[in-house]
Structure formats: structure tokens, C-alpha cells
């Protein structure tokens, strides 16, 4: 099984995490792994077989020091204490400062960001689509992780959709600009495209943290559409699974 570390830059004492991709699983297509084999879908609800699910779910478990805190993710701007997350409940963030509790999300395209205190004192995970991007989500994750005696924070950019793939209409754009006017350099016109831009949720997301004072960022090299034997992509498939990004203290 394919499993992505994430790089923070230094040594975050007791921080564990790590990020799924699509290959060696239990799924059949359009949820296997792009080749013919097993794909590792951890999403219930994209239509895949409960049981391939339930399988894959198992076998990342022995990773964990517990269940994932599995969230509903609504592209909304909640962010809940994941040692109180049960049966799913609508979220798209939750953080927690106890050992043992694991946070998650899931994406096929959408940002995942994992947020860890420099002294391990707290860890988050916030699902990012350009909504709940722009809505405040990472705005909300890094207060709620403060509130709860979080310092310094980094944060790790996971798997998504690449600047050169995201297209967005006027109203992505604005929805953005209106917040921040800087935030107009990360689109890209498309000039045969009238109203139409390459988006580059990497920096938007930089943009957003840097703004709540969060400037130690890694990550942010991934394009979930450009390999399709490695990450699932809504985008480019439609129909297809959902990877996982966790984020632990031991």
C-alpha cells in the first residue's frame, strides 16, 4: 500500500500523519486503482460496495492508534473536537489535543491541510474545497486549534487538483478577491476562454494562512488529475473513490 508522509520541515514531537492514495484496495472500477487492480477507496458515499469499503477502512486501520474520526464533509466551514466525533457527523475540520484521536478527511480534489502545533500540543485536519476555502474553513480550524492552546502552527498541503487543471468561472474568482485583493494572483486567465481562470488552490490556501499568521506551509506539489494510477479525481473521472489524510499524537 502506497502511503504519502508528510515533509513539515522539522521535527514535530508525538505528531503522526500521513495521506492515502487510490492504489491497493479492495474496490473495483470505478473506485480500483486505474490499472485493473484494487483501488483503496475509503468514501461511503460515492456509490462504491459498502463491503470493498469496509475492507479498505480495515485495512488502513492498523495504522492507527484508533477509528478515524470520520466526518460527513459538506464543503462547510465547521470545525469539530474529533475525540467527541461520532457516526459521521457534517463537518469538514476537527482538531484535537488529546493522544490517540485521529483526525480525517477526505478529498478527491479538494485541499486537504493537516495542521500540527510545534510542540505537539494539538493537531487538525480541514477539508478545503474552494467553498469552504473561501468560506473560512482554514480561518476557523487554526481559532478552534488556539483556542484549545495550540502556538506555533504548520501546516501540511496535501494532495489536490493542480494549478494547471483548475478551472474556475468569474464567481470562484471573486469569491476569493472579495476577500482579498492580493488573492487575484492566483488565477490565470484563460484568454480563448472568456470568464474563465486557472485557479491555484495552493496559493490560495498560503494566502489564507498567512493571514491568520500560519507561514511555516509544506506541501502543495500534488495534482490529483494528472496521475490517474495514484490519487482519485473528481474532476477528471466523476464517478470515483476518496483518499484520506489523518493526522494523530501519539
Known sequence: M?????????????????????????????????????????????????????????????????????????????VLDAAQVQDAPQADASFTTQSGVVCTIMTADCLPVLFADAEGRAVGAAHAGWRGLAGGILENTVAAMREAGAG???????????????????????????????????????????????????????????????????????CTVCEPQRFYSFRRDGVTGRMASLIWLE
Open 152 to 222: 506555533n502552527l504548520h501546516a501540511w498541503l496535501g494532495p489536490a487538483i493542480g494549478p494547471q487543471q483548475f478551472e474556475v468561472g468569474e464567481d470562484v474568482a471573486q469569491a476569493f478577491i472579495a476577500k482579498d485583493a492580493a488573492m487575484q494572483s492566483a488565477f490565470k486567465a484563460i484568454t480563448e476562454r472568456p470568464g474563465k481562470y486557472l485557479a491555484d488552490i495552493y496559493q490560495l490556501a498560503r494566502q489564507t494562512l498567512a493571514h491568520v499568521g500560519v507561514t511555516q506551509v509544506t506541501g502543495g506539489k500534488f
Open 2 to 78: 502506497e502511503i504519502i508522509l508528510p515533509q513539515w520541515g522539522l521535527t514535530l514531537p508525538s505528531v503522526r500523519a500521513l495521506a492515502t492514495t487510490r492504489a491497493c484496495g479492495h474496490s473495483l472500477s470505478p473506485y480500483g486503482d486505474g490499472a485493473g487492480g484494487g483501488g483503496l477507496n475509503l468514501g461511503v458515499h460515492v456509490g462504491d460496495a459498502l463491503e470493498h469499503v469496509q475492507q479498505n477502512r480495515a485495512q488502513i486501520r492498523k495504522y492507527f492508534p484508533a477509528e478515524p474520526a470520520w466526518l460527513t464533509q459538506v464543503h462547510g466551514t465547521t
